[in-house]
T-cell receptor, first 116, second 112 residues
Framework: EAGVVQSPRYKIIEKKQPVAFWCNPI?????LYWYRQNLGQGPELLIRYENEEAVDDSQLPKDRFSAERLKGVDSTLKIQPAELGDSAVYLCASSSPWDGTKNIQYFGAGTRLSVL | KQEVTQIPAALSVPEGENLVLNCSFTDSAIYNLQWFRQDPGKGLTSLLL?????REQTSGRLNASLDKSSGRSTLYIAASQPGDSATYLCAPTTGANSKLTFGKGITLSVRP
């Protein structure tokens, strides 16, 4: 079974440009998370979806960040315009309350963003 | 607000040594606590999950303990191997929303 798939793996852009990240969660996982991990830090939650509904977006900088999860499966995270401080690894995770190990979050490999 | 501390930030040990990684958290009202492993340039892999009602969990050479009342967890690695070299993060889960709060991690290097 495929794990959480993220693309692209790496992205280099100039500041003020837009950028988008894509995530495909594990099949059947209705909960999807976007995290940002700065260098030397642990991941910090940006937004959490239950199916297609964003149930926790309190940490998402809404002036420049947006996310969507159409049909409750794939999700995209967008930054427009990007700033130098947005350079980080963006991680996607998914989980299911129906498996035997509730709330185990399975992480993708992440997208490493460099803003020049 | 939950705060998670992992000290030291980095650790280097010779192969074969038994070692303990420490994690402390400020809000003891946790649902569970997970230990993750992160290899360079990779995502996170869940190693162990301890429910708040449990004291410890074991998987192979790994043993994680939880003292919820004192806000502490430890990850014990027996007979360390070079393949154990990675960053280890702990993350308690808090609240009905099951929010994970991560520490900064401990970067472990096991020397052959």
């Amino acid at each position: 079974e495929a794990g959480v798939v993220q693309s692209p793996r790496y992205k280099i852009i100039e500041k003020k440009q837009p950028v988008a990240f894509w995530c495909n969660p594990i099949s059947g996982h209705n909960t999807l998370y976007w995290y940002r991990q700065n260098l030397g830090q642990g991941p910090e939650l940006l937004i959490r979806y239950e199916n297609e509904e964003a149930v926790d977006d309190s940490q998402l900088p809404k002036d420049r960040f947006s996310a969507e999860r159409l049909k409750g499966v794939d999700s995209t995270l967008k930054i427009q315009p990007a700033e130098l401080g947005d350079s980080a690894v963006y991680l996607c995770a998914s989980s299911s309350p129906w498996d035997g190990t509730k709330n185990i979050q399975y992480f993708g490999a992440g997208t490493r963003l460099s803003v020049l | 607000k939950q705060e998670v501390t992992q000290i030291p930030a980095a650790l280097s040990v010779p192969e074969g040594e038994n070692l303990v990684l420490n994690c402390s958290f400020t809000d003891s009202a946790i649902y569970n606590l997970q230990w993750f492993r992160q290899d360079p340039g990779k995502g996170l892999t869940s190693l162990l999950l301890i429910q708040s009602s449990q004291r410890e969990q074991t998987s192979g050479r790994l043993n994680a303990s939880l003292d919820k009342s004192s806000g502490r967890s430890t990850l014990y690695i027996a007979a360390s191997q070079p393949g154990d070299s990675a960053t280890y993060l702990c993350a308690p889960t808090t609240g009905a929303n099951s929010k994970l709060t991560f520490g900064k991690g401990i970067t472990l290097s096991v020397r052959p």
